[in-house]
């Protein structure tokens, strides 16, 4: 977190990042926001936007690892700035392996323990399984005109309703996004249904 004063004095060059990094979210945001870091390895890391500390914007920053520990290759896949947590709303997850599924944003409340641990968001059945995208769809969205479109490594792709897509709790693993026998996913994203 840095202030405007500090970004704005600072060139694109000036961010902070070692070489082998890269931004996943770059957002103007307020105090009062809340942040939501999933990793691959399917966790939810909270912390409201206040708590992060304040430094100058070519500063390094604050490792996660630090505060609520990280496995040694897990890595932040996406981040969201919500400014409501009680805002409906759900959130699309899919993984490497082909599971799929809804959460309410109501099923991913942060716990007491949000300082030291983070929650899961989706159950992975087994270690050679990574969260492969998330996807936060607003209440305001009609998921009746949304689909899903699946696309597999070996160049299958697969659209159907969002709707199809059963809403789980957080702990759950999901359903089949679609049958990928020796193959596993590259992408998933939710697209329009006006979309061709």
């Known amino acids: 977190r840095s202030s405007l004063r500090s970004f704005s004095a600072s060139t694109d060059g000036e961010n902070g990042l070692k070489a082998e990094d890269q931004v996943i979210l770059q957002q103007k945001a307020n105090t009062l926001d809340h942040l939501l870091i999933f990793t691959d390895q399917g966790n939810l890391i909270y912390p409201p936007v206040h708590e992060v500390p304040d430094a100058k914007w070519k500063d390094t920053g604050l490792h996660l690892s630090q505060t609520v520990g990280l496995a040694t290759d897990e890595k932040i896949l996406k981040a969201f700035v919500l400014n409501d947590l009680k805002q409906p709303g759900h959130f699309l997850l899919a993984t490497v392996n082909g599971l799929i599924k ?95």
């Open 102 to 196: 809804q959460t309410e944003l109501a099923n991913l409340q942060p716990g007491r323990t949000y300082r030291s641990r983070a929650m899961t968001a989706i159950k992975l059945k087994d270690q050679t399984d990574r969260l492969l995208n998330v996807e936060y769809l607003k209440a305001a969205e009609p998921t009746e005109k949304l689909d899903v479109l699946a696309c597999s490594w070996r160049g299958y792709g697969l659209r159907y309703p969002l709707a199809d897509v059963p809403s789980s709790k957080a702990k759950a693993a999901g359903v089949k996004a679609m049958d990928l026998r020796d193959d596993h996913l590259a992408a998933v994203f939710v697209v329009k249904e006006s979309d061709v």
